[in-house]
């Protein structure tokens, strides 16, 4: 049997030497082709009609002057803005659009400018220390997502079983108001992709990503016997199987929860980490071993978060809320473990984590050294 052909996209950026980058992300899966901005309008006229799976750009595209000498002058919004409004007028032909720009430009350019951030997919950093596997990965997932959501045909709500991988048994996981009007009034792939992809399976709400499922059984985040847990997940139909599943591995909740609480005979919060290792331990007929707090060091703590920063288990005692603007009723609120507090870990991403007005004092208070290791 011959192997399919691999999927077709563009990378785009006013620096040649980006070229390279077209090359290393490309696999047997997609192929990136290396591409200069030119004008504007033909030039986003022109990428729409060779119907890419995907595109890759970066965000200041002004650096090539046309043969009058004339430097473009836009960014990756505005051509992006442009290839939305054709696939809009034809959804049929709708993809994928991914920035790919150094650090300082996202945070001088990119992220003041709140428009631009509902047009794009997804953010690769340039940055000497790349996952390469990830971020293939991750390109092929969305140019495989967009594929999907295609099939659909727009019919979001009315076969919404479909596009989020579920049985007629699990409708209620979604039958969620904030989730039924987002299929309702998508018209559109790239709409609905923002909704999958930023609400969906980019919160934990509905899904929860692996350090959170693991907090919730208590069990080490660094432990081969994780796979064990997700093997017995994926049996008792706790995986999401949906669109863009390959982009981002999630599980529902409410399965985790129920499964979980069917394995320690209650549910998870009533017990500590060493408790539901060992109750996990006998349930699964394989040995589990507890997670310890980074903050008290002890197993003997009730973990309800993976913290936002180190994805280590973490709860409520032991870490402060993230400033969370807008992000729905649905999301769960990000939290950040009081050993990264006290060693700044959330003012070391490209992201700065803003903590909550209303854990600022219990911030203070950590970062000052006033509450100890050991009050756990």
């Known amino acids: 049997m011959n192997a399919a052909a691999p999927l077709l996209g563009f990378l785009i950026d006013d620096d040649d030497s980006a070229a390279a980058s ?41 650096q090539v002057a046309d043969e009058q000498g004339q430097t473009r002058r836009y960014k990756a919004s505005a051509l992006t803005q442009q290839l939305r409004d054709l696939a809009t007028e034809h959804p049929m032909h709708d993809c994928p659009i991914v920035l790919h720009s150094a650090e300082d430009k996202l945070r001088d350019f990119y992220r003041p400018d709140q428009t631009a951030h509902d ?21 092929v997932g969305l140019a495989q997502g967009y594929i999907d959501l295609i099939a659909v045909d727009r019919q979001y709500e009315a076969r919404q079983l479909d596009l989020l991988g579920l049985t007629a048994s699990q409708h209620s996981f979604v039958d969620h108001q904030d989730v039924q009007s987002q299929l309702r009034a998508a018209q559109v792939p790239h709409v609905m992709a923002q909704f999958l992809l930023k609400k969906l399976i980019g919160r934990n709400a509905l899904l929860l990503d692996e350090p959170n499922v693991l907090a919730r059984a208590g069990i080490r985040s660094d432990s081969p016997a994780r796979a064990r847990l997700c093997d017995a997940l994926r049996t008792g139909g706790a995986e999401y199987t949906g669109v863009f599943a390959s982009f981002r591995p999630r599980w529902w909740r409410t ?16 017990f500590t980490a060493e408790q539901r290792a060992i109750k996990l331990s006998e349930a699964l007929n394989h040995p589990f071993e507890a997670a310890h707090s980074t903050w008290s060091g002890s197993a003997q703590e009730r973990f309800t978060h993976a913290c936002a920063v180190c994805a280590h288990p973490t709860h409520v005692a032991h870490s402060v809320a993230v400033l969370d603007v807008g992000n729905g009723v649905l999301a769960e609120r990000r939290r950040v473990c009081f050993d990264c507090l006290q060693n700044d870990r959330h003012l070391r991403r490209g992201r700065t984590w803003e903590i909550d007005a209303l854990d600022e004092r219990v911030m203070r208070d950590v970062r000052e050294g006033r509450l100890a290791r050991n009050t756990g």
């Open 119 to 139: 047009l794009f997919d997804d953010i690769i950093t340039k940055d000497g220390q790349k996952n390469i596997e990830e971020i293939r990965r991750r390109l």
């Open 22 to 62: 077209a090359a290393l992300f490309s696999s047997s899966a997609l192929q990136l082709s290396f591409r200069l901005p030119a004008d504007l309008e033909e030039f986003a006229q022109q990428l729409f009609n060779q119907q890419p799976a995907i595109l890759v750009m970066d965000y200041r595209l002004d």
């Open 255 to 270: 399965a985790v929860d129920d499964l979980l609480e069917t394995w320690l005979g209650g549910t998870a919060s009533r």
